[in-house]
């Protein structure tokens, strides 16, 4: 509302209504104007805005966009993509400036890849690093270790499942102060693959590489191993379930995931050429692959 008790200059008045024509165009859009003598009375500033008004107008007519029937919802995804614009460059400095944090953390691994010669000087990917990547489950530095260092080498099939198993039990196993008893043969094989881990433990350590040890001990997990070679000799899991405190459905999954990776590192044997090994592996997936553990569902129609 005006108060009439104001005094107001001609320049006002002629602002006023300036001012509430504009505010028409913004809902009828821009309209032609009209040079006349109130635009003497106008000051210097709003000619110029005046002036503008006209270029724009200009070129909003000569714009192929004006004459659209679907500018409006053009305009709607230009708005929204210029948005995500926005977004994506403040989450590539969030980024970066993460990365720049770790990166301390990813040369000290690369170091502990290179000293165990998955890398070689140059960071190409060598033999056996092609190898870890293929298994991609468990602590596959430590599986690449055993199989190049041909831990599992005099094995039967029995002994290279049991072996294996310890790569896919996560589940925290309360030891006590002593192992499981194991067959002699087999309780050499667990020394043997838990040596493999320590030694990939410790050069971590020594080159600076964080390491949770009780996330790294669940990695190479031994707990498991007496229970899947009995099963792995073909006893009944109701046979074995009286000598351990495991649940039955972590013993399925386990031996499940062991066969899986046993799979695995069979096509890791025919990669590197070595037909025994790849035998081996075989056959050790082979006597898991049996009983309750690989039925499709536990509702089984009569």
């Known amino acids: 509302a005006e108060d009439s008790s104001l005094p107001r200059s001609a320049a006002t008045a002629a602002a006023l209504r300036l001012g509430r024509e504009l505010l028409a165009t913004s809902k009828t859009g821009l309209q032609p ?5 109130t635009m003497k009375q106008v000051e210097v500033d709003f000619y110029q805005t005046l002036l503008r008004q006209r270029e724009l107008q200009r070129k909003q007519e000569g714009s192929k966009c004006h ?11 230009v708005r929204q993509r210029v948005a995500l614009a926005a977004d994506i460059e403040d989450l590539d ?5 993460q990365s720049l944090g770790l ?4 040369q000290a691994k690369e170091q502990v890849l290179k000293d165990l010669e998955c890398l070689d000087d140059q960071g190409t990917i060598s033999m056996k690093g092609q190898a870890a990547t293929e298994v991609l489950s468990g602590d596959e530095v430590t599986i690449a270790e055993v199989v190049f260092h041909n ?10 499942a049991s072996a294996i198993s310890a790569f896919v039990f996560p589940d925290k ?3 006590g102060e002593d192992l499981e008893e194991l067959p002699e043969s087999l ?15 410790n050069l971590m350590l020594r080159r600076g590489v964080e390491v949770d040890p009780e996330e790294w001990s669940r990695a190479c997990n031994v707990g498991l191993m007496g229970v899947a070679y009995r099963w792995a000799c073909g006893e009944n899991l109701a046979d074995i379930m009286p000598d351990t405190d495991l649940q039955e459905g972590a013993i399925v999954r386990a031996i499940v995931r062991a066969e899986e990776l046993l799979h695995k590192l069979q096509e890791v044997a025919k990669m590197l050429g070595n037909s025994t090994q790849e035998d081996l592996f075989g056959k050790a997936a082979d006597v898991l692959h049996r009983d309750i553990a690989f039925v499709p569902s536990l509702y089984i129609k009569t």
């Not at 831990?151 to 290279?160: A, F, M, R, T, Y």
């Open 173 to 175: 196993v309360e030891h």
């Open 67 to 77: 004459a659209c029937v679907l500018k409006h919802q053009h305009y709607t995804e």
């Open 33 to 37: 104007l009209v040079m006349s003598k």
């Open 103 to 106: 990166l301390p953390q990813l």
């Open 151 to 160: 831990v599992l080498d005099g094995c039967s099939p029995q002994e290279v």
């Open 93 to 97: 400095h969030e980024l970066g400036s």
């Open 187 to 201: 309780a050499r094989v667990r020394e043997s693959v838990l040596a493999q881990h320590h030694k990939v433990e």
